[in-house]
């Protein structure tokens, strides 16, 4: 939902294009259904032939309330973050973004995680689950070790106590 609000957002504001929103509501639609699709999965690491990359899906416990979606965009030390909230059970939806400094785009993906997660413990919410499209993020919060860039360490270092005073 997030993407193509920003997609559009993109065209009317660099390319001065008219918003079609009947267009971009099938958009969400889509995406939407496929967000659905990938919860029936089991917790897999594995690659998919047809479009030849890794991914990681999981299906989503029926206790959990919120689904947090992350991105973010990085370019010569400035990052973009964004993050959207759902509630599950009211389909009520929430997003902020913001800017920040970052020295790695892996950094950038890792503050918009750790900021999704700040947000939810001001918001009082006690199970999320969270997608991004950073894998690398992903995997090394899932195994519990550190991303392959060392700049964005002390970042998950941050998570990790997150991640560890709720446990």
Do not use: H
Not at 38 to 66: A, D, H
Not at 110 to 122: D, F, T, V
Not at 157 to 163: D, G, H, L, R
Request: with cysteine; proline share 2%; glycine share 2%.
């Amino acid at each position: 939902m997030f993407e193509e609000v920003w997609r559009t957002r993109n065209a009317v504001l660099f390319q001065s294009n008219r918003v079609d929103i009947l267009q971009s509501r099938v958009s969400i639609s889509k995406r939407l259904e496929e967000f659905y699709s990938i919860q029936e999965e089991q917790l897999v690491f594995g690659t998919n032939t047809k479009r030849v990359e890794t991914y990681l899906s999981w299906k989503i416990p029926q206790s959990t309330t919120f689904v947090c979606f992350t991105d973010a965009s990085w370019k010569q030390g400035s990052a973009g973050l964004a993050v959207g909230l759902v509630d599950r059970a009211s389909s009520r939806s929430w997003w902020s973004a913001k800017w920040s400094r970052a020295e790695s785009a892996m950094e950038a993906e890792s503050m918009e995680i750790l900021w999704a997660l700040q947000m939810a413990l001001e918001a009082g919410i006690q199970s999320i689950a969270m997608a991004s499209d950073a894998l690398l993020v992903v995997k090394a919060i899932v195994e519990e070790s550190f991303p392959p860039c060392w700049k964005a360490r002390a970042v998950f270092f941050e998570i990790w106590k997150w991640m560890c005073a709720r446990k």
